[in-house]
């Protein structure tokens, strides 16, 4: 009979403070998250990022004998990353404001492990959270309509959003729409068909209210990785070599045809740019980087300065080989967490976002939703194995 260990009521009570509190700071967070600039409203969000860093900070350094070993190797990578972040800092004589930008990155992946370590088999208590914060994200959004102003985004106008900035709104409901999907299955009846206009209407202010492409795209990665992989090797080994060559053999006939630049919105001038850049770089800035900020250049085809809309070019610029290998590895770590292919999948999808665009990787509040999925798809792992232990032990 396996040897199943159960935590003492005790550490199980602790655990559920914690997942409450979390979740509780990321519900607060979300409601002082709107479109409106009101300054002082600003601070209380502000606010409560400390007190999750806090938070998070003491539980895991207090549960340290918790942690597994393939968390750890992960909260290691971070924690190294966001050093590395202060000493380059340090050395420009920008340290705290490359400590605050890059946290972006790093508290998500805090909270993440948080909440690995938390759960002792609270299941229900993690999926009627999440549940809850789902419903109230997208209630958020249709309030957001009637009350928040509009949006513009390359000269066109776009629906209002309850969460400041467009892009922060429509990356916040494309992984809110794939943490609502992959729960479905857990749903009971009437709660499905409860959750059914909330799809449709994500959906709609995705692909058509909003038109973030990146949000799109993100949803799709999500599904695409999801579907090629889950099909038997035989199929794979066919399947793979069939869409790349594919894709080769579109990109050859259509390369002169298309307006590239056009199409990414001037991310391709941009991208070259940077490659120009790093071609040119010193031996120091190819491994240490130019400094945070240095990111932001003008380039022809785009208003004003821009960064990379590119998280790998963008930290390779500014943080140099070194940073990129930090951030890289910390990745790959958590993508090796994953026991499921939906898990993998979620960081296909958040690694993606980062190729094509400013995308998850650096931003607060979507991260957290990001870390949200993934420490779902966790305990949905852990707990349908669980169960499948006991019907073996009978």
């Known amino acids: 009979m396996p040897n199943l260990k159960y935590t003492t009521p005790a550490s199980s009570v602790k655990s559920n403070i914690v997942i409450l509190s979390l979740i509780t700071l990321l519900i607060l967070k979300l409601l002082f998250s709107f479109s409106f600039h009101l300054e002082k409203m600003e601070y209380v969000s502000y606010f409560l990022d400390y007190i999750i860093i806090l938070l998070t900070t003491l539980f895991i350094a207090f549960s340290v004998h918790r942690i597994k070993k393939r968390h750890i190797r992960t909260l290691l990578l971070c924690v190294f990353f966001m050093i590395y972040i202060g000493m380059q800092g340090m050395m420009y004589g920008n340290a705290s404001s490359a400590i605050i930008y890059y946290s972006r990155f790093s508290v998500p992946i805090l909270f993440m492990h948080c909440m690995y370590i938390s759960y002792t088999g609270q299941y229900e ?148 740019l940077k490659l120009e850049m790093l071609m040119n770089a010193d031996i120091m800035q190819a491994i240490f980087g130019r400094g945070f900020g240095s990111d932001h250049v003008e380039v022809s085809g785009w208003y004003g300065e821009k960064n990379s809309h590119n998280s790998f070019l963008q930290t390779v610029t500014e943080f140099g080989l070194i940073g990129l290998v930090l951030l890289l590895a910390t990745i790959y770590s958590i993508y090796n967490e994953q026991a499921s292919l939906l898990g993998k999948s979620a960081v296909f999808s958040y690694v993606f976002s980062g190729l094509v665009s400013n995308g998850v990787i650096y931003r607060l509040l979507p991260g957290y939703i990001f870390a949200c999925l993934i420490v779902f798809l966790y305990v949905q792992e852990q707990h349908y194995s669980n169960k499948r232990k006991l019907i073996e032990t009978k």
């Open 125 to 272: 208590l993690y999926r009627k959270g999440m549940l809850l914060m789902i419903f109230l994200i997208f209630s958020l959004g249709f309030i957001g309509l009637f009350f928040m102003p509009l949006n513009f985004n390359h000269n066109e106008i776009k629906l209002p959003t309850y969460f400041s900035g467009l892009h922060k709104s429509s990356y916040i409901f494309s992984i809110s729409l794939l943490l609502l999907l992959c729960m479905y299955r857990d749903l009971r009846t009437t709660s499905k068909y409860f959750f059914i206009p909330f799809i449709i209407f994500a959906l709609y202010m995705l692909f058509v209210g909003w038109e973030i492409r990146t949000s799109i795209l993100i949803v799709v990665a999500f599904f695409a990785y999801w579907f090629l992989f889950k099909q038997k090797n035989k199929i794979k080994t066919v399947l793979l070599p069939f869409l790349f060559a594919l894709m080769f053999a579109l990109l050859l006939l259509l390369h002169d045809s298309i307006a590239w630049n056009e199409i990414s919105s001037g991310r391709i001038n941009m991208w070259n």
